[in-house]
């Protein structure tokens, strides 16, 4: 599936940067738009409910699968973990930190819940900047 095609599904969608939106979350009752929706460098879609939605229950309330949020094909060499080029590298640090940015702009917010999964959220984000920073053939969470 392609971006284009996830947000006609989803409405008040804004767009918040390069291939970054906001828009309500169909998984649950979403006045104020709380659903964070980006393209990850190897094309897929990745999409974060700050209200604690699972990927899995936004694909679902869509109509799709978590698979229909990936490219159709992911080609790499078999037995060798590919390379990236810099500004892939640069982008996926981007998604992160925009991720980590809304979440502390959520934690600072006295009106709003900081859950566990925010928590959770922000050290993966943590340690995929790190990963990225270290980025050699061995990284692998660009590819998913
Ligand atoms: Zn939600």
New binding site residues.
Partial sequence: MIIEELLERLQGVRKTGHRRWLAR?C??C?ENP??SVSVGTGGQILLH?F???SVEE?ASALGLDVADLFPEKLEFSKGRAPRFPAHEILMALADEIQIAALLLTRWSDPNRDWSAEDYDRLIVANARVQDGAALDEGATWLTI
Avoid: M, N, V, Y
Wanted: proline share 0%.
């Fill in positions: 979350c998984a649950h979403d709380s659903l409910c209200a604690g939605c936004i």
